[in-house]
């Protein structure tokens, strides 16, 4: 079983509604089991065009899955909240990233890990540091 931690937004539609069902949805796959979430947190948008706050949290599962299988179930949950893929930092319903797989590291044009950009943005470090705080540098 792999520890992995995933990053969850949202800024269009009842925002912590969202991400409350998705990690339910996500928790439902057999072979992941939820181990700890954060609180939700409202953030400011970083980039993209003028866009509403968005809700974030880190959520940190234990799987039988594969990264690759993982990012898959991510992508299929997105999905499922009616997710479209319209630009970079552009709103969203759900957006899902994984940002830590155990000691596992890749560097491909569909998946990185460790996420390239988590240590340097709050919606991400605060929440994981809530969870895990050795995680996270100060």
Known sequence: ???VFLGLGANLGDRGATLRRALEVLAAHP????RARSRLRRTAPVGGPSQ???ANAVARLETSLSPWELL???QCVERRFHR???GRDHPRTLDLDLLLYGDWSCSEPELTVPHPR???RPFVTVPLAEIVPRLVRS
């Open 118 to 120: 988590m240590f340097e």
């Open 72 to 74: 898959r179930w991510c």
């Open 52 to 54: 509403p706050d968005y």
């Open 84 to 86: 479209r893929r319209t």
């Open 31 to 34: 072979r992941l089991r939820l």
């Open 1 to 3: 079983m792999a520890d």
